[in-house]
């Protein structure tokens, strides 16, 4: 018969995902409190969803290269380049909008390409690659802008991380095309939960009861139309909202669902394994260096288009942040564990500490020092944690 497991059995089945989503909330907690309110007011949740978008769509790919059992130190650099070519295109030579995305976007990918073809073909380490990509496209971010900074975009580009749709279903004080959206797809989500369990019982695996399945779906609603709410009554639901959302649908069934994400899973649990059943481990590797040159783009077209111009100091760190997102939200040090959605939770505690300080006045070196030590924090709860697997 198909088990049933309780509150505390949910939440100690995997301590690493579920950790996350507990510490999140007791942050949010903490600086909504700290801050009077101010953390969770319309216009700041709207200013943090603009804010770190970037971060976020970079921890996408990271984390695909952190399971893969990999890393990239290249990725600010490659933020700040991919975002100096759109600027040439757009702003020194007078090109439209939509030439300057393109142009980024096969920069992007040919860098990807360029890591990819040493890491996986030559056997470099993507340590020693990204870090060697680091140097090369900051140097070519200040060779490209004359080492002076371009600005301004045309409007159109700016909309990309700066525009919002608003009024589209009308509203009185807020935007119920928000609301419709955010509805339909919570909706979605819980549809697919419900297959998920009804799958998993098909197959005699274990399951929450169904009270506290439907308990986890009403807060997960609740929390997701607060949210709407919010956005709504700010400036309505932003393009770059849009983007993230379809990248984290796109990526989490990809790594779920596909042939392709299961091969990254092997490959960063047992390489020797993996080429034994058969995975094109050099390819398999080229595709994921490739898609995080690809996601840097991205992050640096909305960087750019955030900014308003591009400067030779641009995604100055990202790469860290990105980085301690991954780790923070559940991915192993040693590869083959990770998530999409902990990656992207992990960039929201990344955000809530830095904005909820940020709002509180705390000096930016105690804010430094504090997302270090949480970073560190989560590594030693991630080796703490294969200590005790190992110990059983």
């Known amino acids: 018969m198909t ?30 409190i700290l801050t009077d309110g101010k953390l969770l007011s319309a216009g700041n949740v709207t200013n943090l969803v603009l804010q770190y978008s970037y971060i976020l769509i970079l921890a996408i790919g990271m984390v695909m290269v952190i399971i893969a059992g990999h890393i990239d130190l290249s990725v600010g650099s490659v933020v700040a380049f ?20 393109i142009g980024a976007l096969v920069v992007g990918a040919l860098i990807g390409a360029w890591q990819g073809f040493w ?18 496209f900051r140097g070519l971010t200040w060779l490209i802008l004359n080492n002076i900074s371009l600005s301004p975009f045309t409007p159109e580009y700016q909309k990309i991380a700066g525009g919002f749709i608003n009024g589209l279903f009308g509203g009185n004080g807020f935007d119920v095309f928000t609301l419709v959206v955010f509805a339909i797809a919570v909706a979605g989500y819980c ?8 799958a998993r019982i098909a197959y005699d695996q274990p399951v929450e009861a169904f009270p506290l399945f439907i308990a986890k779906l009403v807060a997960v609603a609740a929390i997701v ?8 009554n700010a400036r309505g639901l932003p393009y770059v909202l849009i983007i993230l959302a379809v990248l984290i ?6 790594t779920q669902r596909t042939v392709f994400g299961r091969h990254v899973y092997a490959i960063g649990g047992n390489l020797a394994a993996a ?29 750019s288009s955030r900014s308003n ?66 970073l560190l924090l989560a590594v030693a709860f991630d080796v703490y944690n294969k200590r005790r697997a190992g110990a059983r």
């Open 275 to 303: 080429m034994l059943s058969g995975v094109k481990v050099k390819w398999v590797t080229f595709g994921v260096m490739l898609n995080m040159g690809i996601l840097a783009a991205v992050a640096g077209v909305v960087y």
């Open 191 to 198: 549809f697919s939960a419900y297959r998920t369990r009804a």
């Open 119 to 136: 890491v996986a073909f030559v056997g470099i380490p993507a340590f020693i690659t990204t870090l060697s990509g680091m140097l090369l």
């Open 249 to 254: 649908v796109v990526y989490s069934l990809v």
């Open 309 to 374: 111009g591009a400067q030779p100091a641009a995604g100055n760190m990202f790469e860290l942040d990105a980085i301690a997102a991954c780790f923070i939200g559940g991915a192993a040090v040693t590869g083959g564990v990770g998530r999409v959605t902990g990656a992207m939770v992990g960039g929201l505690v990344m955000a809530t500490m830095s904005n909820g300080m940020s709002l509180m006045g705390v000096d930016q070196s105690m804010v430094q020092i504090v997302k270090g030590l949480v």
């Open 82 to 101: 991919t975002g100096a070519v759109s600027a040439v295109l757009v702003i020194r030579h007078g090109m439209p909008w939509w030439v300057g995305v």
């Open 3 to 32: 088990g049933t497991a309780n509150l505390r059995e949910l939440l100690t089945r995997n301590i690493r995902t579920s950790g996350i989503y507990i510490a999140f909330v007791v942050i949010v907690a903490l600086f909504a």
């Open 225 to 232: 139309m607060w949210f709407a709410w919010q956005l709504a």
